[in-house]
């Protein structure tokens, strides 16, 4: 159970394992068959979660891949079209879901940092009339994971909204990492929930939950996406046990993600990265040869994943105590040449 001795390993929040707590959580949760609506712990996480973000109902799925796809069928039908920036999630690392699984027509705006730039996308929206196709929903990270943990400044997500409104399309939030956009902007949980018509959030990042997502909105998209789930193969029996990893880790690591924040201000300024592009717990370096650094910082114990040729990716997490922040910092400090 304990992490291999001496490795920090900084490659993403998703290699967390849970804590004895979080397992002991999971033994004592009380289960049903959740396809009968049955599990009390699930509907218990989808209740909370749902009511954190002030929306109506959450569907519990076991990735943030299916939170998404569920979500975004629920806003754009086939044959029209989701726009959204050329680095999200939903369109670089999903393996072409929407247009596979949901016959939608995808158009990307691109972006520095991940940021959204609200005229550049609103002017991209299309009305459907003659030959057009419809835009029908924006999908907007929040925090941007390629962008390097980027927040979205509040006042441009309701600057979108408002417009979006204004032109009858739908917005929905890929929040993998909210809560690290949560704890770094002080910004309400359901501040944003307010925002979106749908939400993906996921407890397996930063949180440290072994599995698991909740997509959130109006009972009515959730009752669908709950039959999509189903189709997708995605309905779970006594999945119970996963639901209370959920719920301790709502409990117990949503501050705590302060920590992770600080300890990646720490890794910036050892690798010299600029503080000022370091909103959350990701952290971007720019080197000469990402894979030789990932190589050599791999034989000190500290493994980092180069994201590029020219670019390396830290994330810092549950598992990445300030002493071994200290330590992959003076690694760091060693093989990443000043300017
Ligand atoms: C990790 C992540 C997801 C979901 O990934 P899964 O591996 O499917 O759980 C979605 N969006 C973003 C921004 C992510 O970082």
């Given at each position: 159970m304990a992490e291999t001795p001496g490795v920090v390993d900084l490659r993403s929040d998703?290699?967390?394992?849970?804590?004895?707590?979080?397992?002991?959580?999971?033994?004592?949760?009380?289960?049903?068959?959740?396809?009968?609506?049955?599990?009390?712990?699930?509907?218990?996480?989808?209740?909370?979660?749902?009511?954190?973000?002030?929306?109506?109902?959450?569907?519990?799925?076991?990735?943030?891949?299916m939170g998404n796809q569920v979500a975004l069928r629920t806003l754009v039908a086939p044959g029209s079209e989701l726009i959204c920036d050329a680095d999200a999630h939903v369109v670089t690392y999903?393996?072409?879901?929407?247009?596979a699984h949901g016959g939608i027509s995808t158009r990307t705006w691109p972006t520095q940092r991940g940021l959204l730039d609200v005229d550049a996308v609103t002017s991209m929206v299309r009305t459907g009339r003659w030959h057009d196709v419809a835009t029908r929903a924006i999908a907007v990270e929040n925090t941007h994971n390629r962008g390097g943990g980027t927040?979205?400044?509040?006042?441009?997500?309701?600057?979108?909204?408002?417009?979006?409104?204004?032109?009858?399309?739908?917005?929905?939030?890929?929040?993998?990492?909210?809560?690290?956009?949560?704890?770094?902007?002080?910004?309400?949980?359901?501040?944003?929930?307010?925002l979106?018509?749908?939400?993906?959030?996921?407890?397996?990042?930063?949180?440290?939950?072994?599995?698991?997502?909740?997509m959130v909105s109006t009972e009515a998209r959730v009752a669908e996406a709950r039959m999509m789930r189903k189709r997708l193969g995605g309905g779970m029996r006594q999945a119970g046990v996963l639901a209370a990893a959920g719920r301790y880790a709502l409990e117990?690591?949503?501050?705590?993600l302060a920590d992770d924040h600080e300890h990646a201000r720490l890794l910036a300024d050892a690798a010299g990265a600029d503080?000022?592009?370091?909103?959350?717990?990701?952290?971007?370096v720019d080197v000469d040869d990402a894979p030789a650094v990932a190589d050599k910082a791999k034989g000190e114990g500290v493994l980092i994943?180069?994201?590029?040729?020219?670019?390396?990716?830290?994330?810092?997490?549950?598992?990445?105590d300030r002493p071994a922040a200290d330590?992959?910092?003076?690694?760091?400090?060693?093989?990443?040449?000043?300017d």
């Open positions: 998703t290699v967390t394992k849970p804590t004895a707590g979080m397992r002991r959580a999971m033994a004592e949760a009380d289960v049903g068959d959740d396809v009968y609506g049955e599990d009390p712990t699930i509907n218990a996480l989808e209740d909370e979660v749902a009511a954190l973000f002030g929306h109506e109902a959450a569907l519990f799925v076991p990735s943030g891949t999903e393996y072409g879901a929407a247009a927040v979205q400044p509040l006042d441009r997500l309701r600057l979108l909204r408002a417009r979006a409104t204004e032109l009858g399309v739908s917005v929905h939030c890929d929040g993998a990492r909210i809560w690290n956009a949560h704890i770094a902007s002080g910004v309400p949980l359901a501040q944003y929930g307010g979106f018509d749908t939400l993906s959030v996921c407890l397996s990042k930063g949180l440290g939950a072994p599995v698991g997502s909740l117990h690591h949503v501050r705590r503080p000022a592009t370091v909103d959350t717990n990701i952290v971007l994943s180069p994201v590029g040729p020219r670019q390396l990716r830290l994330v810092t997490h549950l598992g990445v330590r992959a910092a003076e690694v760091l400090a060693r093989l990443v040449p000043a």
